[in-house]
């Protein structure tokens, strides 16, 4: 499968087997939905069974739960049946919902105390979403791949090298996305660059 145009859409044939395989890990791999198993593995950083119980479940629910009902709610509204928001235009809503989700989290976390690289980390999402919300109004890049760039350095930075099997899904979940005429490769890179530079700057300041 070559690639002839990093700025346009797939314009290949795939088999339906091939797009079932793309439709599972993108689906799979949406970020509020993956967000799930990788808080779970970042939160191992909490002393207790108590802690972790009560910074898991603020995590998932500013960080999981209510982005989930927000981007299913848009889908739906913009006549979307996988559960995505395709149109750039219809994204800035969503987008700046799940931004205000994610400073709720920071705040919750705040309030509780967490460990310094959970509320790091969501200061992370807080500030990539708010920065794709930004880009959305003149360019749609992939939240997909953008999404496993920062629960990845921080299972890197606290249980290395594991972190790194994060890392690894990201080609896969590129390739999914392609396929399957969501986006573009350029949209792509541009997920991972603008996840990985605002999660590393910021996590070089704070942690």
């Not at 960080?63 to 559960?83: M, R």
């Amino acid at each position: 499968m070559a690639i002839h145009d990093p700025t346009h859409l797939f314009d290949g044939h795939i088999s339906d087997k091939t797009r079932d395989r793309a439709k599972i890990i993108s689906a799979l791999t949406q970020p509020q939905f993956a967000s799930i198993v990788l808080f779970a593995i970042v939160c191992l950083v909490c002393t207790s069974v108590t802690e972790y119980l009560v910074i898991y479940g603020i995590s998932v629910f500013f960080g999981c739960i209510f982005p989930i009902i927000e981007v299913l709610y848009y889908s739906k509204k913009f006549h979307n049946d996988d559960g995505d928001v395709v149109r750039r235009e219809d994204r800035f809503a969503p987008l700046l919902l799940g931004t205000f989700s994610y400073v709720l989290g920071v705040l919750a976390l705040w309030l509780v105390h967490a460990p310094n690289l959970i509320f790091v980390l969501f200061i992370c999402y807080a500030a990539v979403t708010f920065a794709i919300t930004i880009i959305t109004n003149w360019w749609k890049i992939s939240i997909h791949a953008c999404g496993m760039i920062g629960p990845g350095m921080a299972i890197t930075y606290a249980f290395f090298p594991w972190g790194l099997i994060v890392f690894a899904t990201v080609p896969f979940i590129c390739w999914s996305r392609y396929v399957l005429r969501k986006h573009t490769p350029a949209q792509m890179a541009g997920g991972i660059i603008v996840g990985f530079v605002i999660t590393a700057f910021i996590f070089c300041q704070m942690l």
